[in-house]
């Protein structure tokens, strides 16, 4: 079983930075535990989005609203994926989940309790 802790979300205006960190509590990308990390996010009346994924080779997929913008990183040593944003939008607020995925062909899923990101203009 995999724990997922998030942390970093709060109040910024358009235009500031916000860095999201999302603890393990196993090695990230533990070999047959996790494959991909990501981050979604869900805004309200909206359906959960994938913002940014990064993989076990380090392999980066961003959705386009963000790309440019938005930047995931993953700290071993620490257990941790991090989303750094920046130039932020009143459109990025949302509740932002960390996921880890493990391997094929379960591919379980695990998540995150989400933190809060509001950007106000």
């Known amino acids: 079983q995999v724990q997922l802790v998030e942390s970093g979300g709060g109040l910024v205006q358009a235009g500031g930075s916000l860095r999201l960190s999302c603890a393990a509590s196993?090695?990230?990308?533990?070999?047959?535990?996790?494959?991909?990390m990501g981050w979604y996010r869900q805004a309200p009346g909206k359906q959960r989005e994938l913002v940014a994924a990064?993989?076990?080779?380090?392999?980066?997929n961003y959705a386009s609203s963000v790309k440019g913008r938005f930047t995931i990183s993953r700290d071993n040593a620490r257990s941790t994926v991090y989303l750094q944003m920046n130039s932020l939008k009143p459109e990025d607020t949302a509740v932002y989940y960390c996921?880890?995925?493990?391997?094929?062909?379960?591919?379980?899923?695990?998540w995150g309790q989400g933190t809060q990101v509001t950007v106000s203009s």
């Open positions: 996921n880890a995925e493990g391997p094929p062909p379960a591919m379980t899923s695990y």
């Open positions: 990064i993989t076990s080779h380090d392999i980066t």
């Open positions: 196993v090695s990230i990308f533990s070999i047959n535990v996790i494959n991909v």
